[in-house]
T-cell receptor, first 112, second 112 residues
Framework: DAGITQSPRHKVTETGTPVTLRCHQT?????MYWYRQDPGHGLRLIHY???????DKGEVSDGYSVSRSKTEDFLLTLESATSSQTSVYFC???????????FGSGTRLTVV | SQKIEQNSEALNIQEGKTATLTCNYT??????LQWYRQDPGRGPVFLLL?????KEKRKERLKVTFDTTLKQSLFHITASQPADSATYLC???????????FGKGTKLSVKP
């Protein structure tokens, strides 16, 4: 997707290990979001950022932390991965609240 | 709590017909509502935004309505084509944290 990239695209990790997912944007947008998408649940907000070093929790934030040290990068860390965190993770950006979101291509994470 | 219902998990229609997807929301009054398209293995793509003071919005073969009395949005695709087959997500906003809240989606299949 233009202007936003997620890495890695796929990852398999073991239970109990820390994992960091990266979202990088070239659009200079203020807002960045991390969602997870699971069958039967749709997209659920994990954390979001409204500026450098400004972050807040979403509805499913337990077990996750984020950091945003630069406008272009938003990192999602699973402190100690569990099987319930097996999911597809999407990063999204928006210029201002109320604007449409641009989503990345997603990271498929499997915790074994 | 805020609740979004897209009342069909799947919708099958014949090519050339009009597809109508429904999004209902409860327990809040969104200022706007967005619609997204998601293809398998990809992130959602923003299609249209309609604000609470707008009854209808059009973009090419797409039409969205927003009825704040019924708490409902309808999404129409006229002259549907097999290439329109995808999952469509509605997302009213802002949620309690200023973000979008996504419905679980309706999977549309357009048969030739």
């Amino acid at each position: 997707d233009a202007g936003i990239t997620q890495s890695p695209r796929h990852k398999v990790t073991e239970t109990g290990t820390p994992v960091t997912l990266r979202c990088h944007q070239t659009e200079n947008h203020r807002y960045m979001y991390w969602y997870r998408q699971d069958p039967g649940h749709g997209l659920r907000l994990i954390h979001y950022s409204y500026g450098v070093k400004d972050t807040d929790k979403g509805e499913v934030s337990d077990g996750y932390s984020v950091s945003r040290s630069k406008t272009e990068d938003f990192l999602l860390t699973l402190e100690s991965a569990t099987s319930s965190q097996t999911s597809v993770y999407f990063c999204a950006i928006s210029e201002r609240q109320g604007n449409g979101y641009t989503f990345g291509s997603g990271t498929r994470l499997t915790v074994v | 709590s805020q609740k979004i219902e897209q009342n069909s998990e799947a919708l099958n229609i014949q090519e050339g017909k009009t597809a109508t997807l429904t999004c209902n929301y409860t327990n809040y009054s969104p200022a706007y509502l967005q619609w997204y398209r998601q293809d398998p293995g990809r992130g959602p793509v923003f299609l249209l935004l309609i604000r609470e003071n707008e009854k209808e919005k059009r973009k090419e073969r797409l039409k969205v309505t927003f009825d704040t009395t019924l708490k409902q949005s309808l999404f129409h695709i006229t002259a549907s084509q097999p290439a329109d087959s995808a999952t469509y997500l509605c997302a009213p906003g802002p949620g309690s944290q200023g973000n979008l809240i996504f419905g679980k989606g309706t999977k549309l299949s357009v048969k030739p």
